[in-house]
Structure formats: C-alpha cells, structure tokens
C-alpha cells in the first residue's frame, strides 16, 4: 500500500473513531443510558481537545467543542435538578461534579451541590461550597439560612454564634420567615455552648415561628418540646392535645411514641400505654424486638387454656421496673413463661419470682407456647394508672447466705454505708440523666460515712482525680451480676442514684433510696415534680429546678443525710 494512502486511512479511521463516541453518546441519551453518555460524552471531548491542540488555527474544532459541551453541560445540569428534586442526593452531587470539573457550570449548582452535601452529613464539604457560592451570589437572601445550617452543622459549638448572626440577617430582610425563627430556636435548644444556650430565647423564636405558621405540627411540637424543658407541663400538656387533635392524620409512628410517652409522663397511662406499641416503628431509634413466629397478643384473644411468652425488651432498668407486672398478667393465661436478659437471669430465679424465666437467647423452638408479648406491653394489657401499680414495696429478694458473703469479703466499716451511682452504663448513657462524679466533694462535710461505687466499670485512681478529698470504694469486677450487685445494695445503708439501672434496682429491692433527677425527667417517671416516686416506695425524689442544675439537688440531699443523723 502507497505510503499516502496508509497515512490517509489512519487518519479517517481517528476521525471516524472521534464522532463515532459523539454518536454513541448521543444515543446513549436517548436509550436513557446516563453512565454510557456521560462515559462516551467525556471520551469524545478527549479526543476532541487533542484535535484542538493540533489544529489551533481550525475554528470548527473549537466551535464544535464549545457547540456539544453546552449541550453536555445543559444534559448534566438537569440531570443534576431533577436528581435534587427527587431527593436523590448522592446522585445529585455527582452530575455536579462534573458541572464543576467544566469551570462552565452555572454559579447555582455550587449551592446545590452544598445542600446534597449537607444531606449526605459531609458538613465541612457543604460548608466550603455554600461559602464559594456566596462570592459568586452573594445578594442571594436565601443563602443566609443555608450558611446559618452550614456552619451550625459543621460545629455547634464553635460556630453557634455565626450561625445565630446569620439567621437574625435573613429575619431582618425576611421578618416573616417562620422557618427561620424555627431553625434559631433549634439553635439555642440545641448547642453546646453555654453562652448560648437560652430556653428563655428558645421559647420565644419557636413561639415567634409558631404565630407565622399556627398549623404547622413540626413548629408547635417544638414549643411543647421547650415548655417540657422548662418544667412547665401544664402548658405544654394544653398544646400537645390541640397537636393530637388537629394533626392525628399526619402523625408518624415517631409523633405517636412521643405523644404517648408524654400522656405517661403526665400521669394519663391509659392513652400513654395505649399508643407505645409504636416504639417498634419508629424511624428514629426503634425499639429491637426479636422475630417472633407465634402470634402476638392483643389482650383480647382468650388465652385462658394457652401459653404466654412475655418476652424482655430495652435496657436492664427497664426490665427490672417491668417484670413486676408478669406476675399480675398471669390470670389471663393458663402458663406464663418469661426470657429476659442473661445478666438478670440470677436476680430474678433468687427472686423467687412464680413464672419459670429463661435466658435471652433460649431457643424458642424449645418452649412450648401459644402467644407472645413484649414485656413493656403489659401495663396496657392491665390498664395500669398511677395508682394501680403493683409491688411498689418491692418485689425482688436476693439469697441472705449471698448479702453475707458479700459482706465479709468486702465491706469493712462501721460507718454509715453509702451506694452511689450517678451515671448509666456507658452503652446507655445519657447527658441529661448523668451527674457529675465531682459533686462528691461537696460530701467532705461527714466524717462518719463510706461510699461505695456501684458501677463495675470504675476504680480508685478515676475518683482519686475526679473527688480527691472523698474516699470512694470500688468493687468494679466482683460485680459479675446483678445477683452481685442486689447483694451490694442489700449491705448499704442509703443509695444514692441517678435515673439508672441501679436506682431501679434498689427500688425494686424495697432498699432506702436517693433519686436524682433531672428538671425535664425521663418520661416513666410521673409524680417526680410532687415528690413522689410512684413505682417505688423506697425512692425519695430529688428534682433539679433547672436542666443540668445539680448544686441544689446535691444541697438538698446532704440537708436530708444530716436529717437522718450522719455525722
């Protein structure tokens, strides 16, 4: 073959392979195939760019790249707002992606890009394109708010107050934007920062947000949500039925769980307990509760010559307070069996509870029963009120060969014995409920007391930092079980204790009790704010005036130790 011609045939050969990955682009488009498009859309542009450096003085090549790349861009950019649209945002963020690799994109998909991101839980990311996008629009009102969530998401404590600055910007120009004074609510609700953190101003922005848009049921539960916080359940009691009544129908099962759960706290268990089975279908948190094959009981199905599992479910406080109740539901069944945690295996069986207990993860094919039902599912079954629950005495017993041991082997005092808890297990902690280690300081005044740690996860070097001048006992991994830790309890003479398994524990135990409590308690715990704990008898309330105000309800418990005439 003539050397010309070899060259010539090379030569078409590229040209056609160039608009060849032009036409499988384009048809890749109208076959719907994205990836494909975008795959040969890019290979195309490659080879194009080469033409283009080749050929500098060919205009046609570069009219041609600029003539495609604007319908490329256009394909993208649409892409990219209807992937937004359909909340697609990972997708979203990739057609931008490209639109942003091009430097020719429009200065909107910087924004848009931020908001997937923000979606996506990429803070920094959202954070750093809502700020680009700024430079390049920055008289675009709306971006206020969206800097404002940017950098509060970002950090919320470092970046609270910016975050407030921003937001009060957009309201000037904005005064009419009940988002916006939701969103600064959320802020003084929600941050860290103790120069920030004002229920007073969380009131009034949700409270502002909720005069601009009244049927809003977000919005309104977010005022519910402060009064709680403020202890002022009587307020908040008023707007969450008018919540209930007027937005039933759009109720999630989250809204449902919450309702009920406020209804107990505020004393109605009859509608609190009849809404909670919605804890298993809650989309935040739900409660696990195993896959059970034989059928769950309503309460309404005669099971008068059957058999019924009550099956454990939350944490061990919850099992304590609630396995009480196995006892009462036992009339409606010809058998009640019950499985709870390994961990309370030993207390309950010790207890001498009358219902055979098993373990956690007893094979079920192996018990021969009839129906099912989740433990805190029984007090709706029974229509349990405040003033009909059971055992408040006490109902757990642990052996006294047990407590004796114990005794021996690690108690060596004759001063006033002192359980103290003041934090849940690390996998259950919660700020809200916690107290401080380092308020035992202020316990120096007694002389003639001991105090006793009752968290297995803690030694003498932790309160030789945190509380210097109290002497703290630990009996850390000798408390292999519950059955060990009921023995330990049973030797104190007082306990101590946060909303904790161990608070549940002594009560359960009929032993002498301090409770602390929080301002915006824990819903279980109706009858705190009138000093009473009503699934304890032993429990004596201490409630804190304000959230995380512990100074005083300390105060208060060292006056009532004084009371009891401890040295």
Request: glycine share 4%; with cysteine; aromatic share 14%.
């Amino acid at each position: 073959m003539p050397e010309n011609l070899y060259y010539n045939c090379v030569m078409m050969n590229e040209i056609e392979l160039y608009k060849l990955n032009k036409a499988i682009a384009k048809s890749c488009l109208d076959a719907k195939d994205i990836d494909g498009a975008i795959k040969y859309y890019e290979e195309y542009f490659k080879q194009l760019k080469t033409k283009i450096e080749e050929n500098s003085d060919n205009q046609a090549f570069i009219d041609e790249y600029n003539s495609e790349y604007a319908i490329y861009s256009d394909f993208l950019f649409n892409k990219a707002k209807s992937e937004y649209a359909k909340k697609n945002w990972l997708s979203c963020t990739k057609y931008c992606k490209k639109l942003i690799e091009s430097k020719k994109c429009d200065s909107s998909v910087y924004k848009h890009a931020g908001l997937c991101f923000r979606h996506l839980k990429q803070f920094d990311e959202a954070l750093d394109l809502l700020l680009y996008y700024n430079r390049l629009e920055p008289e675009d009102p709306a971006n206020l708010c969206n800097l404002a969530e940017a950098y509060y998401n970002a950090d919320k404590n470092k970046y609270a107050k910016k975050a407030i600055e921003l937001y009060t910007k957009f309201i000037e120009k904005n005064p009419a934007s009940a988002p916006a004074y939701n969103a600064l609510g959320q802020i003084y609700a929600t941050t860290q920062d103790k120069e920030v953190s004002d229920v007073q101003k969380q009131l009034y922005y949700f409270s502002k947000a909720r005069e601009l848009a009244p049927k809003n049921k977000t919005i309104a539960r977010n005022v519910v949500l402060t009064y709680e916080k403020m202890g002022d359940l009587n307020k908040a009691s008023i707007l969450y039925d008018e919540i209930y009544k007027s937005h039933k129908e759009e109720f999630t099962h989250d809204d449902f769980y919450d309702y009920a759960a406020f209804k107990i706290k505020t004393g109605d268990f009859i509608k609190g307990w009849s809404l909670l089975d919605h804890r298993f279908q809650k989309e935040t948190s739900p409660t696990f509760y195993p896959n059970i094959e034989k059928p769950l009981w309503n309460g309404q199905t005669h099971i008068a010559n059957k058999t019924l599992l009550v099956h454990c479910e939350q944490g061990f406080g919850d099992v304590i307070m609630y396995i009480r109740f196995v006892h009462d539901i036992k009339k409606f069944a010809k058998n009640v069996i019950t499985i709870v945690q390994d961990e309370l295996l030993d207390l309950f069986k010790e207890s001498n509870l009358d219902f055979p207990i098993y373990p956690r993860f007893y094979p079920l094919k192996k018990l021969n029963f009839d129906y099912q039902i989740p433990m805190m599912s029984l007090p709706r079954i029974l229509k349990t009120t405040p003033q009909s629950i059971p055992s408040t005495g006490g109902y757990l017993t642990v052996r006294q060969d047990r407590v004796d041991a114990f005794k021996n082997a690690y108690i060596k005092t004759n001063k006033f014995k002192i359980g103290i808890c003041l934090e849940g297990a690390a996998s259950g902690k919660k700020e809200e409920r916690d107290v401080d280690w380092s308020y035992l300081e202020k316990f120096g005044v007694f002389k003639n007391i001991q105090f006793y740690c009752l968290k297995n996860d803690l030694d003498k070097e932790f309160f030789k930092k945190t509380c210097p001048s109290i002497n703290v006992e630990c009996f850390g991994s000798n408390l292999k079980s519950f059955a060990d830790t009921a023995a330990a309890i049973k030797n104190m003479d007082l306990i101590i204790s946060t909303d904790n398994v161990i608070l549940n524990l002594s009560g359960a135990l009929g032993v002498k009790t301090f409770g602390l409590y929080n301002l915006n308690r824990e819903y279980r715990w109706y009858g705190v704010e009138e000093g009473k704990v009503i699934w304890y008898d032993s429990v004596k309330p201490f409630q804190a005036k304000v959230q995380n105000e512990w100074d005083s309800v300390i105060d208060d418990v060292i006056k009532n130790i004084k009371a009891l005439n401890v040295c």
